[in-house]
């Protein structure tokens, strides 16, 4: 499966935004899918996950009740909708497949990955 992520952008403190990962190939509904990002210097880390059916999400404690994770198998898509978006929240957004029904937290359990897009939240 290839993904393409998409929806990164500069926004203020405080703002919103939604990220898109459109997935190639008819087994979309298949593959349990998750959010990472990647601030500059540091390593990459979980953000938020969804199970193939979309019954299951889980979310770092960090963007817990700020970020929320969705899908519609019917388009191939997952979304993470970010609000009350803070300067620590800056990072490269990637989104990733695993062959896996429920919902999937270690990066490298991920057999799939979408190239990234950047957000950026000004103080």
């Known amino acids: 499966v290839q993904l393409q992520a998409s929806g990164g952008g500069l926004v203020q403190a405080g703002g919103s935004l939604r990220l898109s990962c459109a997935a190639s190939?008819?087994?979309?509904?298949?593959?349990?899918m998750g959010w990472f990002r990647q601030a500059p210097g540091k390593e990459r880390e979980f953000v938020a996950a969804?199970?193939?059916?979309?019954?299951?999400?889980y979310y770092a404690d960090s963007v817990k009740g700020r970020f929320t994770i969705s899908r519609d198998n019917a388009k191939n898509t997952v979304y993470l909708q970010m609000n009350s978006l803070k300067p620590e929240d800056t990072a490269v957004y990637y989104c990733?497949?695993?062959?896996?029904?429920?919902?999937?937290?270690?990066?490298?359990?991920?057999?799939?990955w979408g190239q990234g897009t950047l957000v950026t939240v000004s103080s």
């Open positions: 969804i199970s193939w059916s979309g019954g299951s999400t």
């Open positions: 990733a497949a695993d062959r896996a029904s429920g919902v999937v937290t270690t990066t490298s359990r991920y057999d799939y």
């Open positions: 190939g008819r087994t979309f509904s298949r593959y349990a």
